[in-house]
């Protein structure tokens, strides 16, 4: 078992170098003559002092450290850890598109206008859409987006008292926070027993005050919302509108579209969703559509083409403006758009349903030995409770570590919270049945190590870099400078 | 049970604790909500002076798990808040009944006392909850 090691500061000795500059062939001046007395430093500036094959195998060594997709299975609920093409890379890449320069005249950016301009095409086929906008750098950011642009729709109609955003409890996480952000109330939403919206609470809720429902569907319990029609017709009779996180967008490409269900403005997550890499902080994307009636207040600029020539219009004098420096995350969207064109039509419907398949095969595998609370058919993903476990002495997040010692990246734990110590499961499509069953195999085995001794698992875990961390702590007293001794 | 309840006061289904001082009243969170909760490692408290809704998020509670609000188990106006937990947010696991009152009010409403529950009551609630 490899531990933590020492940090460059600390692996630092006096004296020691790593270049050799050579002699100043200009004339040396005091310090003094260019930068005045009152803004130079007066502390030592304690850089750490180390050999060039020291720092490289400090970090070479650090890389090997790293999870991803690449490394293992990484069934984080609600992430879609789908494999990510290294075609997209190479696309990415593309010396025309990787060396531009964003504030390039139009005519010599032609292909990537072309792109941006059929990547929306293709996203607005895919989800049943008018138009999209490529600004927003990933699915929260599309969220605000979107509500700031309902929020313009609304306002440009005179309607001022609608201050209210609806969320279901199974929505996606961050759907709260962005209600908050942009400045609206948020009404919870029960479930039924189905785990499905509680479409009676919904009406009783829904008036004047209504700008939106927020619905993610299928809900983060991997749960179709089949009275989806009924929904629409309850927000739009009250004037509402209705906005689609498409975090679960995996579930359903080429079976149904967010736009024929009734939504007003949707967001994808293509980092999810089109394979670009994700975890650690992105960059990712994450694109808004809209119906008709939204695109006066869509952000500027859009790619427009006429007689073959594309251009970017800012011509929308009711723009909520910009929400991306330029154009958005350019180089996400290249190998997005590189990822449909390699699945092809055909090939999304596909990729959804064995995400489902995997889903709902690992589902059946897992509920012999996890508690199940949602027992039917799932979409992509599925949340176990580790209810009985935590009884025992070993709860969510201990099954999690367990997992960690074992080499699988665990799931997503505690959330969603209307499932008491969740485990959220999402496999995605591109996972093989001997990864499902190797997962659910050392599932089996974890609950067999609590049966046995719950204590040590709780303790867990013990073949990784660090052991069990104090997330209290790191709350509530974070360490995050280098400070010397 | 596994629960610690205090004789005397009144609890709501969202698992807070109400105690009754005339027309004031002091608002913690349960022992059964510190549990599920886990760590408590931030508290987010209400302004004194700020109007309070019966049902509605007055304070927010954080752990290592999860950020949940806090429901004003009544309506009416904070008079004080408890700003030890601001330092000391662990407060509410180790003493959720005592040292951890998270703010007292004056309340508007009487009538909405009907809503909460008593001891008995409320610990016949935590075993439905655990038998759901």
Known sequence: ????????????????????LPSCDVPVKPLEQIVPHSLQRSSDLDLPEL????????????????????????????????????????????????????????????GALELLYNMEQD?????????????????????????????????????????????????????????????????????????????????????????????????????FEEEIVAIAKAIHEAGGLLYYDGANMNAIMGYTRPGDMGFDVVHLNIHKTFATPHGGGGPGGGPVGVKERLIPFLPVPLVEKNDNQFSFNYDLPDSIGKIHSFYGNFGVVIKAYTYLKMMGAQGLKQASGDAVLNANYLMNLLKKTYYLPYDRYCKHEFVLSARPEKKKGAGAGDIAKALLDRGFHPPTVYFPLIVEEALMI???????????????????????????????????????????????????NPILRWTKK | MDYKTIDGLKYTKKHEWVRLEGNAAVIGLCDYAQDKLGEIVFVELPDVGAEVLAGKSAA?????????????????????????????????????????????????????????MDKAEYEKFIVEEEEK
Not at chain 1, 2 to 18: D, H, I, N
Not at chain 1, 426 to 452: G, N, Q, V, Y
Not at chain 1, 458 to 475: F, I, K, W
Request: net charge negative; glycine share 6%.
């Open chain 1, 1 to 20: 078992m490899r531990k933590s090691k020492a940090l460059l500061f600390e692996m630092s000795r006096s004296g020691r170098q790593g270049y050799s």
């Open chain 1, 51 to 110: 050999s060039e094959v020291e720092v490289i195998r400090h970090y070479t060594e650090l890389s090997t450290r790293n999870f991803g997709v690449d490394t293992g299975f990484y069934p984080l609920g609600s992430c879609t850890m789908k494999y990510n093409p290294k075609v997209n890379e190479e696309a990415a890449m593309l010396p025309g598109f990787a060396y531009m320069h964003p504030c390039q005249p139009e005519e010599t950016a032609q």
């Open chain 1, 123 to 223: 996203l607005i086929e895919l989800t049943g859409m008018d138009r999209f906008t490529l600004q927003p750098a990933a699915g929260a950011h599309g969220e605000l987006t979107g509500l700031m642009l309902i929020q313009a729709y609304h306002r440009s109609r005179g309607d001022n008292k609608r201050n209210k955003v609806l969320i279901p409890l199974s929505a996606h996480g961050t759907n709260p926070a962005t209600v908050s952000m942009a400045g609206y109330e948020v009404v919870q939403i029960p479930c039924d027993d189905r785990g499905l919206v509680d479409l009676e609470a919904l009406k009783a809720v829904v008036d004047e005050t209504t700008s939106a429902l927020m619905l993610t569907n299928p809900s983060t319990l991997g749960l």
């Open chain 1, 426 to 476: 999402e496999p995605t499509e591109t996972e093989s049945k001997e990864t499902l069953d190797a997962f659910a195999k050392t599932m089996e085995d974890i609950a067999k190590d609590i049966d046995r001794d719950a204590e040590k698992v709780a303790h867990g875990p013990y073949n990784t870099v660090v052991g069990r961390l104090d997330e209290v702590r790191a709350a509530r």
């Open chain 2, 60 to 116: 927010v509670i954080e752990s290592v798990k999860a950020v949940a609000d806090l429901y004003s188990p009544l309506s009416g106006t904070v008079t004080e808040i408890n700003e030890e937990l601001l330092d000391q947010p662990e407060l509410i696991n180790s003493d959720p009944y005592g040292e951890a009152w998270v703010y007292k009010m004056e309340i508007s409403d009487e009538s909405e006392m009907a809503n909460l």
